[in-house]
Every structure is written in C-alpha cells, then in structure tokens.
T-cell receptor
Framework: AQSVTQPDIHITVSEGASLELRCNYS??????LFWYVQSPGQGLQLLLK??????LVQGIKGFEAEFKRSQSSFNLRKPSVHWSDAAEYFC????????????FGTGTQLKVEL | GAVVSQHPSRVICKSGTSVKIECRSL??????MFWYRQFPKQSLMLMAT?????????EQGVEKDKFLINHASLTLSTLTVTSAHPEDSSFYIC?????????????FGPGTRLTVT
C-alpha cells in the first residue's frame, strides 16, 4: 500500500527566509505527486504536481518541488516566505494511470514570524 | 477554471436528523468525485469515491448506510449524513476529478463544517 510521510508536524520560519517542507513516499513505482495548501477552515488548493519529465516543478505562489527518485522524496521549497504563506501543507500521491485515490501525508503546519 | 463548490459551508443540526451536503464542479465535468473527512489538526481521510451513474465505493470502516452518496450528474454529488450524532461533527471536503484528464488530478471544494448538537 502506498503511504506518505511528512516528518515535520510544525515548522516556523521568519518572513523572507527560505522554506523546505519534506515529503517521502512509499510506493512500488513512481506515483503522481502533489502538494496542496490549506488555509484555516478552507478546502485544499493545488500548489504543484509531478507526473513525469523534469524533476523540478514550478507551482503557484513561488513554490517549487523537486522529485528525487533515489530518495523517494518530493520536497517543497520556496526561496522567500511571505506572511500569507502561513497555512497547512499536504503532500499527496496517487498511483499512475489516473482516476485513483489520493493518499495524503499528515500535513505540516507552517507558521511565519514577522 | 476547475472550481468546485460545496453547499452549505456550515451547518448545525440536532442529533438524529439528516443533513445533505452538495458538491458541484462549476466549469468542468467530473465523472468521479471524492468525499473526505477531516478532524481538527489532522489530515484528510477518504470516505468514499463517487462515480456518476453508479454506486459509490466506500472505504473500509465507513458506514454506507450512514453516509449516503449520490452522484446523479457529471457536475453534482451529494453526501447525506443520516441520523447524525455528535461524533459525526467534522469538516467534510469533496473533490472532483476532471473527466478528460487521465492524471488523477483532483480539485477540492472549500469544505462544509458540520456540527451536531
């Protein structure tokens, strides 16, 4: 069964500092990979996705993520964090072939200090 | 594009009553919709997969008679919580997969906060 691990439950960074949120997955093959962001009391917004090809993917709001097959990782990064980035971030995987269920990590709560 | 709406955004009901939550894809067709439940400060737990024109597929441990799902059209799925109890209080989120995409990408609704008193 596929699983997703987000090792950091909480992360606090200063505004303007760089950010990296970790995500590791367990799956027999390379799955589809996603990062979502959730603001309090809201649904999820897709930040970026990886299906194939270039392992460095660019997303919205200045986020990027790098797929590393050897490490089964898909870490999310942002060079300079803004206060509005404070939210919950979820990494998710889906089996290739589409139409299948997403498996979510437990999430990382990001706090941004001004 | 790819907007999913949910209605209502918040609902308070009394124990023993039923509540219906609607999930609509506004600008695309969705043969598959998903219903999730999220407890405070926790991740999303998939409850069921809803396919247009067929019965929903429920995850293990989810009571199909309690959480009734109907996906009558390509843009609408409903979740009815029957005989609700306080332990059903939660944040319910739906998502929709665009029919023409083969990549499994899902778009999420804003969620419905259910409180059972």
């Amino acid at each position: 069964a596929q699983s997703v691990t987000q090792p950091d439950i909480h992360i606090t960074v200063s505004e303007g500092a760089s950010l990296e949120l970790r995500c590791n997955y367990s799956y027999g093959a390379t799955p589809y990979l996603f990062w979502y962001v959730q603001s309090p009391g809201q649904g999820l917004q897709l930040l970026l996705k990886y299906f194939s090809g270039d392992t460095l993917v660019q997303g919205i709001k200045g986020f990027e993520a790098e797929f590393k097959r050897s490490q089964s990782s898909f870490n999310l990064r942002k060079p300079s964090v803004h206060w509005s980035d404070a939210a919950e971030y979820f990494c998710a995987v889906a089996p290739t072939g589409g139409g299948n269920k997403l498996t979510f990590g437990t999430g990382t709560q990001l706090k941004v200090e001004l | 594009g790819a907007v999913v709406s949910q209605h209502p955004s918040r609902v308070i009901c009394k124990s023993g009553t039923s509540v219906k939550i609607e999930c609509r894809s506004l600008d695309f067709q969705a043969t598959t919709m998903f219903w999730y439940r999220q407890f405070p400060k926790q991740s999303l737990m998939l409850m069921a997969t809803s396919n247009e024109g067929s019965k929903a597929t429920y995850e293990q441990g989810v009571e199909k008679d309690k959480f009734l799902i109907n996906h009558a059209s390509l843009t609408l799925s409903t979740l009815t919580v029957t005989s609700a109890h306080p332990e059903d209080s939660s944040f319910y989120i739906c998502s929709a997969r665009e029919s023409r995409l083969a990549t499994g990408e899902q778009y999420f609704g804003p969620g419905t906060r259910l409180t059972v008193t």
